[in-house]
């Protein structure tokens, strides 16, 4: 009896780090899978069963990854052989509407250094910021509504005249807003204050878990 229990205990453990870390993994606003080298997928998070799901630039079919024409499959192929060889690689895959996903392959090592039959594949984030982490950001910093929404598009690269003709409001309103937020993020101008945006952890706002075909 006393065997059979610390077997358990013993499995608890085991099982509990590794289901944290799946936890974990579903909270980053970066689509990660595993899968073979053969492209076959083992897992995947949230953010990339979004992805996935969406079957624009990579989808599931039959258990395998898929990407949207022979140009791409070729792509992702080469870089899993040489992930099966030990080499990283970053790719870019496009669909037929020019949808662009960057994505990190990375050999996964066994304890003894030599390459593992798995690879993870982390996809680039659809934008410098998760809203998640904006509005984390905003409020600890004591910015208004407004200013939020002003660094919000800021962040996806657009000048303040562009912005303000976004928001129909005057090009000095969000000069204002941004010194504003200068002033409270401490920063020296645009460019550092969405530094410190896109430099924020990558966590995102959990995706509904949806079928992957």
Known sequence: MESARSAAFIAGMLEGPAHGLSLVMDELAHGVLLASVKGQLLHANHAARHELALRQTLSVHEGHL?????????????????????????????????????????????????????????????????????????????LTPSEEQVLGILCQGYSAPEVARQLNVAVSTVRSHVRSMCTKTHSNGVRTLVGQVAVLPPIGAAHLQEPVH
Do not use: N, W, Y
């Not at 037929?96 to 798995?118: D, M, Q, Y």
């Not at 996809?123 to 984390?136: E, I, K, N």
């Open 66 to 142: 898929q990407t949207a024409d022979a140009a791409q499959s070729k792509i992702l192929v080469q870089a899993l052989a040489k992930a099966e060889t030990g080499r990283r690689s970053l790719i870019a895959l496009r669909s037929p509407a020019r949808k662009r996903l960057s994505i990190a392959v990375v050999p996964l090592r066994s304890e003894r250094g030599h390459p593992a039959p798995s690879v993870a594949l982390v996809f680039s984030r659809a934008t410098v910021c998760d809203p998640v982490m904006l509005c984390f950001f905003a409020r600890t910093h004591g």
